[in-house]
Every structure is written in C-alpha cells, then in structure tokens.
C-alpha cells in the first residue's frame, strides 16, 4: 500500500500586485516538503501583469 508523502500543494501570489492598483493577481501553484520546510515559502516568480520579476509569498 502507498504511504502518504509530505509533499503538499501550495499556492504562491505577488506581494506587490495589490500595492500597484492593476486588476487581476498573479498566482503560481506548487509542491513543497512540509517536513523539510515547515514556515511559508516565497519565491521569485514571473508576474505578466506587471512585466518583471516579483516576491511571490505562500497563501493559506
């Protein structure tokens, strides 16, 4: 029988996309280790909306 892994589903979004007044969000879903990496991750990601590369923090 499979075991159940740590890995979970998280979703990422732009910090600074709310301060810039634009519409829309932009999201990014990934897979984290929750074993390995308890705390809220964040990354740099790609954000279309305002065209450069921005902080992107874990949501829920």
Known sequence: MAKKGNRVQVIL???EHKTSGKP???RYITEKNKKNT??????KK????LKKV????EIK
């Open 24 to 26: 829309g969000t932009s």
């Open 46 to 49: 790609f954000n279309p909306i």
């Open 13 to 15: 979004e732009c910090t």
């Open 38 to 43: 308890p705390e809220r991750i964040e990354l």
């Open 54 to 57: 921005t902080v992107h923090k």
